[in-house]
């Protein structure tokens, strides 16, 4: 199509020029991010809660959640878009729903893999149910809960750059925008698709941190 | 009118249910899963041999357990234009090639690590027993390690298929076709005047992502020996697209 004029792939020169510009996506691809984890994870803990209480929710939440996550984001962010225009909860929605099976799906195994022992231990200490959940199996769970939140958080950034073709879209802009000029700008898609990868990894690298820090048994265990 | 009546009328007009009309609804589909079938054949003829080598050697371990990674942090949107921009500036066909790369490369992943995983897990009385009674390395791999890691394989193929398909929609942004993402498309370039082709495009490729699941559950419930049948943990290697 354009082939006429070619740019040199990178140019540092519009990095400098757009430093204001690739900050403010940046803010705007992470807070996305965050708020789609944390509307994902708050869903994802109460359909925990009553799945392990009842096996059948369990089977209809995971179900429900399995066929949530096929559904191509593009087609959900097409669906939405007639009625919430070009919104952040457009945006937000499906993000958040993609994370429903990965977080439901790790609670509730993390939760279910607590020793029995512990237990009996706690309930023989006199812990009410509710306080059996919150202090100790919730905690127990912690590392298989955080590795569901690793795949989450690392998908949902991937797919923040997909709401670009609504026309929002965080690092996502820089790669629409660089085939919207005139003259294809190499550099605007190498800055948004390097900095997903690179928030992404960086994201991975700092929810693996916490685990450690916030369940320093696991290791000791020799569990992943 | 609101949306719904748009998409309605939409819906409605002339040639939508044309097979052979690129405005029918038919036609995208069919183009859409050509596409990706076309990819996931790709993939598969790359990711799956290799994938068998290696692990039948026990060796690129690594790989297998940081291709998944890989793939889940490269935005597939990101990929496309990469490729798009990478095919126009060599001045190679540019509504084809780059999309089909791109495709391929997000498919490779969910192949790779789930045939890789699957020889892994196999019990190693099965492969002794093989190799005791003269089979080679190469009648090992296809006779006895393939076929009893096909259940897994085939999730890996299923996995694969759906990003694809979500991903086909995506890529109409840069091809001349894009399957049934090209109304999406088409319906944004057009403002208020496209929810109803947004609405209508939407809800079609939600609907073929959907069957598409569907048959290959199907397909998983009736192919498989029950004494293969996996479970659905091994299914979820990847990613939503």
Redesign the interface.
């Known amino acids: 199509?354009?082939?006429a004029t070619?740019r040199p792939l990178f140019e540092w020169r519009w990095v400098e020029r757009n430093a204001d510009e690739i900050v403010r996506r940046l803010g705007e691809h992470l807070a996305l991010t965050a708020a789609a984890l944390a509307i994902g994870l708050v869903v994802s803990v109460a359909l925990a809660v009553l799945s392990l209480r009842w096996r059948w929710f369990h089977a209809v939440a995971l179900g429900t959640a399995g066929?949530l996550?096929?559904?191509?984001?593009?087609?959900?962010?097409?669906?939405l878009?007639?009625?919430f225009g070009l919104s952040f909860t457009t945006a937000v929605i499906p993000l958040a729903t993609?994370t429903l099976?990965?977080l439901l799906?790790n609670i509730v195994t993390g939760i279910q893999q607590v020793p029995a022992e512990v237990r009996e231990a706690a309930i023989g200490m006199g812990f009410t149910r509710r306080r059996l959940l919150l202090r100790v199996e919730f905690p127990l769970a912690l590392p298989v809960v955080i590795a569901g939140l690793r795949?989450a958080a690392?998908?949902t950034?991937?797919?923040?750059?997909?709401t670009?073709?609504?026309?929002m879209g965080g690092l996502?802009f820089f790669?629409?925008q660089?085939?919207q000029t005139t003259t294809?700008n190499?550099t605007a898609?190498?800055v948004?698709?390097g900095l997903?990868?690179v928030l992404?990894?960086l994201v991975?690298a700092l929810l693996w941190l916490s685990e450690r820090a916030l369940a320093p048994w696991a290791r000791k265990a020799g569990r992943a | 009118m609101n949306?719904f009546e748009?998409a309605l009328e939409w819906l409605g007009q002339p040639d939508r249910w044309s097979w052979t009309a690129p405005s029918g609804i038919p036609y995208r589909t069919l183009e859409h899963l050509g596409f990706s079938a076309l990819s996931l054949v790709i993939a598969a003829a790359l990711a799956v041999p290799s994938a068998l080598v290696l692990a039948h050697y026990r060796r690129g371990a690594f790989l297998a357990s940081s291709a998944v990674?890989i793939g889940?942090?490269?935005?597939?949107?990101?990929?496309i234009?990469?490729f798009?921009?990478l095919a126009?500036?060599?001045?190679v066909n540019?509504s084809f090639w780059p999309l089909l790369l791109a495709l391929v490369a997000l498919a490779l992943p969910p192949l790779f690590t789930n045939t890789y995983a699957g020889v892994v897990s196999l019990e190693p009385e099965s492969v002794d027993a093989a190799r005791g009674i003269g089979h080679t390395e190469v009648q090992i791999m296809l006779r006895i390690e393939l076929p009893l890691a096909l259940p897994v394989v085939l999730a890996g193929a299923r996995v694969a298929f759906?990003q694809l398909?979500?991903?086909v929609?995506?890529g109409a942004?840069?091809n001349n076709g894009g399957g049934l993402?090209r109304f999406?498309?088409d319906?944004?370039a057009e403002g208020a005047r496209g929810?109803g082709e947004?609405?209508a495009?939407?809800?079609?490729?939600?609907v073929l992502?959907?069957a598409?699941?569907g048959v290959f559950a199907l397909l998983e419930r009736f192919a498989v020996p029950r004494g293969l049948a996996l479970s659905r943990q091994a299914t979820?290697t990847t990613?939503?697209?």
């Open positions: 199509m354009l082939a070619n066929a996550y096929v559904i191509p984001s593009l087609g959900a962010f097409a669906l878009r007639p009625f993609y099976l990965i799906r795949v690392v998908t950034i991937g797919l923040v750059t997909v670009a073709m609504l026309g996502g790669i629409r660089g085939i294809p190499p898609i190498i948004g698709l997903s990868i992404a990894v991975d | 949306a748009q990674n889940r942090a490269i935005p597939s949107f990101g990929l234009i990469l798009w921009y126009s500036r060599w001045e540019t759906l398909v979500a991903t929609a995506i942004i840069v993402g999406i498309v319906g944004f929810y947004i609405l495009g939407g809800l079609a490729v939600i992502a959907l598409c699941e979820m990613r939503p697209a």
